[in-house]
């Protein structure tokens, strides 16, 4: 019988994933413990996350202790994996995916019209997408695990509402009086899948990893994952990027803002779904040829 030790970060979210997987490799037989860590991410909870400019702040730590054989898989949600795997790691399972969608909480009724409102959200591209819809609004930084999150904004007056990951919400079993899904708002790459790291060497965990992953969710997140790094996008550029199988093709639509969000291009295109290793290269090139470049230029800059 196989024993797997589990790397996991120590919010409640993160031991919820964790667990989530666990009972997937006890359902082959194996069986598990969970070992807690504490990200650079968790530990800094003022500064926004797209000024701390550190690819990898809530997966470095675990990445770490997988090389170290401190553990033997790494627990993540893939949207803060950077694109660019540590040397000796790789991916061994992408289970079925979440709710990839962005959610408003609000401690009370609001509707959006011309009056000016202020939003919170540690998030770049939530930030800049919530201001290219509604200019007149204000945005502020809200950091914190997501039941920290909720308190500060039932605490804070000024704030209308706040920015979640609806994945996270369903994951916690939290629910919400005013809750508004921004459908509208185009998802962080890889948001609501959880991911599994390994060494590449452990070719038992890679051949466990198949059967665990969900073909449909690993095919639009290749894709996601590679319109970000095609765009060289990390928490310090504003970039979404969702995709979806419908109708056997592979829909996926990606946009670039500015910080301001008076500036958003965005495009969308449908292909095979055998295709969907080249998809998102091919949509970041078409936003480039229509001038993506210049935008993330401005960020390198500052």
């Excluded at 289970?95 to 962005?102: E, G, L, M, Y």
Aim: hydrophobic share 40%.
């Amino acid at each position: 019988m196989q024993h797997f030790k589990l790397g996991s970060r120590d919010s409640k979210l993160a031991l919820v994933q964790a667990r989530y997987v666990q009972d997937l490799l006890n359902n082959f037989g194996a069986t598990t413990e969970i070992i807690c860590y504490k990200s650079d991410g968790d530990i800094n909870l003022v500064q926004p996350l797209y000024e701390m400019g550190v690819q990898g702040i809530f997966t470095k730590t675990l990445d770490e202790a997988l090389l170290n054989h401190k553990i033997d898989i790494a627990v993540h949600s893939l949207k803060d994996v950077p694109t660019q795997l540590p040397k000796g790691l790789t991916i061994c399972a992408v289970p079925i995916r979440a709710n990839p969608f962005d959610v408003l909480l609000s401690s009370h009724e609001i509707t959006f019209g011309d009056h000016e409102k202020t939003i919170a959200t540690s998030s770049l591209r939530r930030k800049s997408q919530w201001l290219h819809k509604y200019p007149n609004h204000k945005v502020e930084n809200i950091r914190g695990n997501v039941h920290s999150r909720i308190r500060k904004l039932g605490e804070n007056d000024h704030w209308s509402g706040a920015i979640f990951a609806q994945a996270g919400l369903e994951r916690l079993n939290i629910r919400h009086t005013n809750t508004i899904v921004l459908d509208w708002m185009i998802p962080a790459p890889a948001q609501g899948a959880i991911v599994l790291m390994c060494r590449d060497e452990d070719k038992i965990l890679l051949e466990m990893g198949k059967q665990l992953t969900d073909t449909d969710a690993l095919s639009c997140v290749t894709a996601e994952r590679q319109f970000l790094r095609i765009l060289h996008g990390g928490c310090s550029v504003p970039i979404g990027c969702y995709a979806k199988i419908q109708d056997n093709c592979l829909h996926i639509e990606g946009c670039v803002l500015t910080v301001d969000g008076k500036e958003k291009l965005s495009a969308t295109k449908i292909f095979n779904t055998e295709e969907y290793a080249i998809a998102g290269k091919i949509l970041a090139e078409h936003l480039l040829d229509q001038g993506a470049s210049k935008i993330i230029e401005t960020f390198r800059k500052a």
